[in-house]
């Protein structure tokens, strides 16, 4: 398409590993870094990927981010383990968390993994689909600080966008990849309508009174996103429910930020009042069913779900990841297509930083 | 109000009891399922408690439900294991897997139990309730048989409403209860403006040719109910995609039934195309962190949501579970307000197993 360049994944994950280094990380820290961030432009969720390189380099940079963090366990048991990130990047604290979580339920059957005083980590399925060649169920799930969403009833944010995400093998068929925030919307949807001067529908958001509203440029503004169900009528008691939920398995459970507690007492601890806090799970298929029984049971319900009778209009219905699955193959084979302006961002970055990087012709 | 009646809690657990040991259960069993009933309808969750008192009648004395199943593991380790319920009643077989998470999670900081073969349990949150006295985590999940939800651009039934609920201790606040189903909403409230004669906001269902309807009778008559999000533009593949994780982890992680399995391969097991499977999981807090900071933080977290900013034309917001809460004090102390109907439908069956119920006058 016009606007884009098409980049290889390697090289993009080359650049922003040679970036994370001159950063300061070790390099293993920075190759795993790059990865996580180049995966999401991968599978298309490109709001998570090196879109958000100027944030982390920012926050590195000003020292809000450990780039050398000793990541360290505050309390473990065989099956669990809370750990301390340490202020450093969530795509290293995070990987090596699940990695962590994986370790538990090769062991014992079961992981569970929650993290305090982490940052942002990216597309939260990255982690879920570390489970996958262990042949485990991989559970993400992440808050962060930049609150957005009111409870139901409410009118102030109270927490984040919290994402869950689990990841399940299957045989023949692609895995079920799930990876949904519990608001209604991703804020990015809200800010595109805003620029194509289109309303929104009813029940994504709040305008600055505490009133739902279909202008784009009043939530905007406001940056009140409803939980999933948008309005009481239609559940959104659910998603509320359920990003608190998130909140307290990451947050509360490890100790660390949840809901707006930094706004209400903010500490002097450089990573705290920027931080994300994590939750990780792995589920060992085979503590419960033989392995080829469980994928021959998914790859069953997996096709059932997409034989089933189509609504009037559509011809094909998903499963959660199918999508992504499709456009990370095309892309595999042909290139992430970048737009241009976040191209010339990474131009930037690389003149700023004296790293090479080859954009083709 | 008029048209109702209040019975004590305890006459009806008592009458209850009767009754299923009138239908061959063992007196233990039959007092079990008798507390899960009845609490239910002191919660005010009236659609799952006696009300349902016919259907289990007529499973046991059909015989598509046992009255003394042989619940056994048939994987097991320390952290894990999976059940099957032999065709037991899900309100036996579901406090038996419960307690099971529950002992594991106290040997080893968590446990988790999947069930196959089991039957409808009543109200999830009865389960996850169990694990506040122990002072863990309490998830509970199930599928039932009667599929109802349509996969966003689907216009088949291909799940049940497959609820999730998670509880949570707190100190002085009430714990936090969430017991959602992962539909848009519970059919009973589609009846409910069916016979009132009202519509029903778009999204919550759909009419039999596979259209979003605000026609509630054309939802009685399809059964078609719409994921949590309604549509696509809502969410709705937000609410298909937990909907297919609590069906995964119920019934395809236990070997048991999920989706339209039944309808598509019906077997000869007497049990199985009535079932119901479940999932359940316990997580001990002092895994993770002291239970007094644990309990402070949750405290702090919930009274910070209910204080928070209001929307126009509300006064409170409501944690999960509170509602429920506030009604069971009051059901506690004045008993539970039963619709005539109900109360003659118990009378009935009084009279037909000759147990002695008290009314009053």
Redesign the interface.
């Known amino acids: 398409m016009p606007g884009e360049i098409r980049l290889k994944a390697e090289v993009v994950r080359n650049f922003t590993a040679a970036l994370f280094e001159r950063l300061s990380l070790p390099a293993e820290d920075a190759e795993r870094a790059a990865q996580v961030l180049v995966r999401a432009d991968q599978r298309g969720v490109m709001s998570h990927g090196i879109k958000n390189l100027i944030m982390y380099t920012e926050g590195l940079t000003k020292g809000y981010m450990n780039p050398h963090p000793q990541i360290r366990a505050v309390?473990e048991?065989?099956?669990?383990a809370?750990l301390d990130g340490d202020g450093g990047l969530g795509m290293v604290v995070g990987t090596h968390a699940m990695e962590l979580a994986i370790a538990k339920a090769k062991t014992?059957?079961?992981g569970?993994v929650?993290v305090r005083r982490s940052h942002h980590f990216g597309m939260a399925s990255f982690y879920s689909l570390m489970a996958l060649p262990h042949d485990m169920?991989g559970i993400a799930l992440t808050n962060n600080a930049g609150i957005a969403v009111?409870?139901?009833?409410?009118?102030?944010a109270?927490f984040s966008t919290n994402p869950?995400s689990?990841v399940?093998p299957a045989g023949k068929e692609p895995p079920?990849e799930?990876d949904?925030s519990?608001a209604?919307?991703a804020f990015n949807k809200v800010e595109l309508a805003y620029i194509k001067g289109e309303s929104v529908?009813l029940?994504?958001g709040?305008d600055a009174?505490?009133?739902t509203t279909s202008d784009a440029g009043g939530i905007v503004s406001s940056k009140l996103l409803l939980p999933?169900?948008?309005t009481q009528?239609?559940?959104s008691?659910?998603?509320?429910?359920?990003g608190?939920?998130v909140?307290?398995?990451c947050g509360?459970?490890?100790?660390g930020i949840?809901?707006?507690?930094i706004a209400?007492q903010p500490s002097d601890d450089a990573y705290r009042d920027t931080s994300s806090t994590h939750f990780f799970a792995a589920?060992r298929?085979d503590?419960?069913?033989p392995v080829d029984?469980?994928k021959a049971?998914?790859d069953?319900?997996l096709r059932?779900?997409k034989d089933?009778?189509?609504?009037?209009g559509?011809d094909?219905?998903?499963?959660?990841g199918e999508i992504e699955h499709e456009i990370e193959a095309e892309r595999l084979a042909h290139g992430i297509p970048y737009p241009l302006p976040l191209v010339e961002r990474l131009q930037g970055l690389a003149r700023q930083f004296e790293i090479p990087l080859e954009i083709g012709d």
Chains 1, 2 share one sequence.
């Open positions: 309390a048991l065989p099956v669990t809370v014992s059957g079961t569970m929650t169920i009111v409870p139901t009833f409410g009118a102030e109270m869950i689990v399940v079920f799930l949904m519990t209604v919307v529908p029940g994504w709040l009174s505490g009133e999933l169900g948008g009528i239609t559940g008691h659910k998603g509320y429910g359920l608190v939920v909140d307290i398995l509360v459970l490890s100790g949840y809901g707006n507690l209400r589920i298929i503590a419960f069913r029984e469980f049971s998914m069953d319900m059932a779900l089933s009778k189509k609504a009037k559509h094909r219905i998903y499963v959660a």
